[in-house]
């Protein structure tokens, strides 16, 4: 085994001891970074035909493991045998000078690029394992990550299109999966930067197809981080791109890109081009067979109708998205799309319908393990008895969705049942147990950030204690409301502002501004907003609440 801190002077001795095989065939290793595969130099070395004729031999396998293991010995590798060996720190430097006593610059250089699209070749493979499922795969490319990275170097300099892809393909999931992210876009920049914007797939085919994996993959990126407008302009890049050539049109990667694009506009409430992009995805996935996709597309569709108020289509696609995931036996899909159709029902009145759903919904989450769908249906079948004014079976499952959630770690959900719990209390007028559950809901909500919520809460407090006629608490509430939703340019503004009117129209506007003045630091409320509110209230333009 190596020792820790091995000096350049030890190498040369070292060196010196191994065998004459050894020592031709060692310095090779100057041209890997951080692990080296035995399986791999092995293969490597057998199908370059040029190395034999550079070291004047070529070792199987059990002859390159020989090898490797003597390093280990005399402290050029920091682990013997096994499938990898680390090389250790230093040594690289020093086996480089070993090998250029032997090659000429541009034998190295030519053995080097060989490598590099070795390591491209090896990339796909292991890249299409990932998809797969394999589990060892990651493993295998965390080892291999520094000689994937070195390549992606070499293929750089050469501008080597092809090979980039499936190198870059593997260190993204490889750095993702370490939770390497800003690695991972750094060098994805660096790669869009090298290709340039101009990209013409009848000029070069492999370097668009390398673009449209960055632009792609950046766009996916820009989503997940808020950033919608950016991502709505990648993904529209990349379908025009897509469209521009016969060989780059991939029907399954131009549906998969509307349908990211449907998500950008879904997130921004533009439901009418949400649903052209989700129609245009499901036709191309009905086309390619594609049932999995195909559900998910109709789901989608579903949510959009949802979100248009049109609940009749809604019903009609969330129900056409269940029947597919039903035969398909995708249990966490037909889960969902009873959730949906449940909320659908609830939200048309049909209550007893609604629950049906939401229960079956709730078994067949319960029988995969979704815990999260669970607490979500037990917290929904809450609110519907809560409308059906059947308080204490509302109760009841409010604090089943309360305990999934608190064995679960679930806060946002938890929080939100306290709200409702609230609510209960203060229709049963018991409001010192109702402020207790808002408040608790509060504390949640402000812990995790759940910035509407939090403004939600907050007036519930203010209109609770205005209906109490405690008006210095329910300026305090409507307050804080004001100030988080007003920061965050939240819409429940308006109905914060109105809780507000509300208010001073009770206490009069003298000792209001009084008490604002004394509640928040001497700081001035919008009087002139409040009073236009009272005005269009009084005119009957628009009703304070």
């Given at each position: 085994?190596?020792?820790?801190?091995?000096?350049?002077?030890?190498?040369?001795?070292?060196f010196?001891?191994?065998?004459?095989?050894?020592?031709?065939?060692?310095?090779?290793?100057?041209?890997?970074?951080?692990?080296?595969?035995?399986?791999?130099?092995?293969?490597?070395t057998?199908?370059?035909?040029?190395?034999k004729?550079?070291?004047?031999?070529l070792?199987?396998?059990?002859?390159?493991?020989?090898?490797?293991?003597?390093?280990?010995?005399?402290?050029?590798?920091?682990?013997?045998?096994?499938?990898?060996?680390?090389?250790?720190?230093?040594?690289?430097?020093?086996?480089?000078?070993?090998?250029?006593?032997?090659?000429?610059?541009?034998?190295?250089?030519?053995?080097?690029?060989?490598?590099?699209?070795?390591?491209?070749?090896?990339?796909?493979?292991?890249?299409?394992?990932?998809?797969?499922?394999?589990?060892?795969?990651?493993q295998?490319?965390?080892?291999?990550?520094?000689?994937?990275?070195?390549?992606?170097?070499?293929?750089m300099?050469?501008?080597?299109?092809?090979?980039?892809?499936?190198?870059?393909?593997?260190?993204?999931?490889?750095?993702?999966?370490?939770?390497?992210?800003?690695e991972?876009?750094?060098l994805?920049?660096?790669?869009?930067?090298?290709?340039?914007?101009?990209?013409?797939?009848k000029?070069?085919?492999?370097?668009?197809?390398?673009?449209?994996?960055?632009?792609?993959?950046?766009?996916?990126?820009?989503?997940?981080?808020?950033?919608?407008?950016?991502?709505?302009?990648?993904?529209?890049?990349?379908?025009e791109l897509?469209?521009?050539?016969?060989?780059?049109?991939?029907?399954?990667?131009?549906?998969?890109?509307h349908?990211?694009?449907?998500?950008?506009?879904?997130?921004?409430?533009?439901?009418?081009?949400?649903?052209?992009?989700?129609?245009?995805?499901?036709?191309?996935?009905?086309?390619?067979?594609?049932?999995?996709?195909?559900?998910?597309?109709?789901?989608?569709?579903?949510?959009?109708?949802?979100?248009?108020?049109?609940?009749?289509?809604?019903?009609?696609?969330?129900?056409?998205?269940?029947?597919?995931?039903?035969?398909?036996?995708?249990?966490?899909?037909?889960?969902?799309?009873?959730?949906?159709?449940?909320?659908?029902?609830?939200?048309?009145?049909?209550?007893d319908?609604a629950?049906?759903?939401?229960?079956?919904?709730?078994e067949?989450?319960e029988?995969?393990?979704?815990?999260?769908?669970?607490?979500?249906?037990?917290?929904?079948?809450?609110?519907?008895?809560?409308?059906?004014?059947?308080?204490?079976?509302?109760?009841e499952?409010?604090?089943k969705?309360?305990?999934?959630?608190?064995?679960?770690?679930?806060?946002?959900?938890?929080?939100?049942?306290?709200h409702?719990?609230?609510?209960?209390?203060?229709?049963?007028?018991?409001?010192?147990?109702?402020?207790?559950?808002?408040?608790?809901?509060?504390?949640?909500?402000?812990?995790?950030?759940?910035?509407?919520?939090?403004?939600?809460?907050?007036?519930?407090?203010?209109?609770?204690?205005?209906?109490?006629?405690?008006?210095?608490?329910?300026?305090?509430?409507?307050?804080?409301?004001?100030?988080?939703?007003?920061?965050s340019?939240?819409?429940?503004?308006?109905?914060?502002?109105?809780?507000?009117?509300?208010?001073?129209?009770?206490?009069?506007?003298?000792?209001?501004?009084e008490?604002?003045?004394?509640?928040?630091?001497?700081?001035?409320?919008?009087?002139?907003?409040?009073?236009?509110?009272l005005?269009?209230?009084?005119t009957?333009?628009?009703?304070?609440?």
């Open positions: 085994m190596a020792q820790d801190n091995i000096k350049e002077t030890d190498y040369t001795l070292a010196s001891k191994l065998g004459e095989e050894a020592r031709r065939h060692l310095p090779m290793l100057a041209l890997f970074r951080g692990y080296v595969s035995t399986a791999n130099i092995a293969e490597f057998r199908i370059y035909g040029p190395y004729e550079f070291m004047g031999s070792p199987d396998e059990a002859g390159f493991e020989a090898i490797l293991v003597d390093a280990g010995c005399t402290g050029f590798l920091e682990e013997g045998g096994g499938e990898a060996h680390k090389i250790a720190q230093g040594a690289e430097e020093f086996l480089l000078g070993e090998l250029q006593k032997t090659l000429s610059e541009k034998d190295i250089e030519e053995l080097s690029w060989a490598l590099a699209g070795f390591y491209s070749t090896l990339a796909a493979k292991l890249y299409e394992k990932i998809i797969t499922g394999e589990a060892e795969v990651s295998i490319i965390g080892c291999e990550e520094g000689n994937i990275l070195r390549s992606i170097e070499t293929g300099a050469r501008e080597e299109w092809g090979w980039l892809q499936a190198l870059s393909m593997a260190v993204n999931a490889s750095l993702i999966s370490t939770n390497r992210g800003e991972w876009s750094a994805r920049s660096s790669l869009l930067e090298l290709i340039g914007k101009e990209v013409d797939p000029e070069d085919t492999a370097r668009a197809c390398l673009w449209l994996f960055l632009r792609f993959n950046e766009s996916m990126d820009l989503r997940e981080t808020g950033e919608l407008k950016g991502a709505e302009e990648g993904f529209n890049e990349v379908l897509l469209g521009a050539s016969e060989e780059m049109e991939s029907e399954s990667h131009v549906a998969e890109t349908h990211q694009l449907g998500l950008v506009h879904q997130y921004c409430a533009k439901t009418k081009e949400a649903t052209e992009c989700f129609e245009k995805a499901l036709e191309l996935k009905k086309k390619l067979k594609d049932d999995f996709g195909t559900a998910m597309e109709l789901h989608h569709l579903g949510l959009a109708s949802h979100m248009e108020g049109d609940l009749d289509r809604a019903l009609v696609s969330f129900k056409a998205a269940k029947e597919i995931s039903d035969r398909i036996e995708n249990k966490h899909a037909v889960a969902n799309d009873l959730h949906h159709i449940g909320m659908v029902l609830h939200e048309k009145g049909e209550f319908a629950i049906t759903s939401f229960t079956e919904a709730l067949m989450s029988s995969i393990g979704n815990t999260a769908g669970t607490a979500s249906d037990c917290h929904h079948i809450g609110t519907i008895y809560q409308d059906k004014n059947e308080m204490e079976t509302a109760k499952w409010f604090n969705s309360i305990a999934i959630c608190e064995s679960t770690g679930r806060e946002r959900e938890k929080a939100m049942a306290y409702h719990l609230g609510l209960i209390a203060q229709s049963d007028m018991l409001f010192g147990e109702a402020e207790e559950w808002y408040k608790k809901a509060l504390e949640v909500f402000e812990t995790i950030k759940e910035r509407q919520a939090i403004v939600s809460t907050l007036a519930q407090l203010g209109v609770m204690n205005a209906s109490l006629k405690e008006n210095l608490r329910a300026l305090s509430f409507f307050g804080r409301a004001l100030s988080v939703a007003g920061r340019r939240l819409p429940q503004t308006v109905d914060v502002l109105k809780g507000i009117a509300v208010v001073m129209d009770d206490m009069g506007e003298e000792s209001f501004l008490a604002w003045r004394s509640i928040f630091n001497g700081n001035e409320p919008p009087t002139q907003v409040l009073k236009q509110i005005e269009d209230h009084a009957g333009d628009s009703p304070a609440s």
